[in-house]
C-alpha cells in the first residue's frame, strides 16, 4: 500500500509562485520504486487532466502543453518526495490538484494506481 500526501496549495496573485510537495509513505512507498509520479489537476466543472509527471526517479519528464515552460517536476528521492514548482501563476491554474504515482504505467496514459487527497491552488487575477 502507497500513500500519497500533498502540501503546499494556497492562495496567490497571478504571476506568483507556489511549490507543492507530494510525499510517498507505505511498503511500497519509495520514489524510486515507482515508474512514474507526478501531478494532475482538476477544475470546478471541468475533468481531471495531466499536468506533469516524471519517469525512472527523474530521468524523463514530461509536461502538459498548458504548463510547459512556468512549471517544473523534481524528485528527492532521499526523502521520497516529488515537488512541482509553479512560476508565473495564472489564474486558469486555479484547481485542486493531485499527486499519482504508478507502479508500472505512464502517467498520461492510465489512470494512476495511486492518488493523493488533493490540495487547493487559487490564483486570483
Known amino acids: 500500500q502507497v500513500q500519497l500526501v500533498e502540501s503546499g496549495g494556497g492562495l496567490v496573485q497571478a504571476g506568483d509562485s507556489l511549490r507543492l510537495s507530494c510525499a510517498a509513505s507505505?511498503?511500497?512507498?519509495?520514489?524510486?520504486?515507482?515508474?512514474?509520479m507526478g501531478w494532475f489537476r482538476q477544475a470546478p466543472g471541468k475533468e481531471r487532466e495531466f499536468v506533469a509527471e516524471?519517469?525512472?526517479?527523474?530521468?524523463?519528464?514530461y509536461y502538459a502543453d498548458s504548463v510547459k515552460g512556468r512549471f517544473t517536476i523534481s524528485t528527492d528521492n532521499a526523502k521520497n518526495t516529488v515537488y512541482l514548482q509553479m512560476n508565473s501563476l495564472k489564474p486558469e491554474d486555479t484547481a485542486v490538484y493531485y499527486c499519482a504515482a504508478d507502479a508500472s504505467n505512464d502517467l498520461r496514459f492510465v489512470i494512476p494506481g495511486y492518488w493523493g487527497q488533493g490540495t487547493q491552488v487559487t490564483v486570483s487575477s
Open positions: 516524471t519517469v525512472w526517479s527523474g530521468s524523463l519528464r
Open positions: 507505505g511498503r511500497s512507498g519509495r520514489t524510486f520504486s515507482m515508474y512514474a
